[in-house]
């Protein structure tokens, strides 16, 4: 799951960023809303994470916008205003839920969990090719009985694998998907996790499930007798 996060304090931002990168999310912060425009106009997002106060366009007014524009992903306002008339003003501007500053994170990692489940990319916690499950809710791997734990990387690699099986994906595809917005890859990364996620796919039997496609990326896909 892709999300925007908009918050202008530095100070807030990275720590709620690391939160949602450790929970198996891929996140883009930024610090101003016309910088959160200019994304959302390019990228297509599962949740946006709107701070009120923000430089240049409020995350009243994005909110406001996104709206106007027809679309329906969920949105969760972060922000100190805590009257029930503020509350009232981002319900009403479309937002789909409301925390008040500061946040408790279980309770943030909760609310995402739940408005995940509204966007309309949500197809379950459990994704499955063939025997193959992985279960989006603790970044885990079954099949056969056996399961293995997998880092956030490796997680959302193989997510984003088993939502485009059988198709050839491209490195440019993947790491424009994986990476978040500003964070430019090193030459060999991408390599790198491939590699790290078959040593753990290996643990259930299914290591050669990721194809290398030479010259032109990687593939997912099940052997015809699985």
Do not use: F
């Not at 016309?34 to 994005?62: F, R």
């Not at 205003?81 to 309770?107: H, N, Q, R, S, W």
């Not at 500003?182 to 790290?196: F, H, W």
């Amino acid at each position: 799951m892709r999300i925007l996060l908009v918050e202008d304090d530095s100070e807030q931002l990275e720590p709620l960023q690391s939160l949602l990168l450790e929970a198996g999310y891929i996140v883009d912060g930024v610090e101003d809303g016309e910088t959160a425009q200019w994304l959302l106009s390019k990228k297509d997002y599962d949740l946006l994470i709107l701070d009120w106060m923000l430089p240049t366009i409020s995350g009243l007014s994005l909110c406001h916008q996104y709206r106007l524009l027809g679309k329906t992903t969920p949105v969760l306002m972060l922000t100190a205003k805590d009257t029930t008339p503020d509350k009232v003003m981002a319900l009403d501007a479309g937002a789909d839920d409301y925390l008040v500053k500061p946040a408790d994170l279980v309770e943030l990692l909760a609310r995402v969990r739940a408005l995940g489940r509204r966007s309309p990319q949500w197809v379950g916690d459990i994704l499955q090719v063939a025997d193959l499950q992985l279960h989006l809710s603790n970044l885990t791997v079954e099949r056969n009985q056996a399961s293995v734990e997998l880092s956030p990387r490796q997680a959302q690699l193989l997510e984003y694998l088993m939502r485009h099986r059988n198709q050839i994906l491209t490195r440019e595809q993947i790491e424009e998907a994986l990476w978040q917005w500003g964070s430019e890859p090193e030459s060999n990364a991408l390599t790198v996790l491939v590699r790290k996620l078959r040593h753990r796919l290996q643990i259930v039997g299914a290591a050669d499930w990721v194809k290398t496609v030479y010259g032109m990326g990687y593939s997912l896909k099940a052997p015809d007798n699985s």
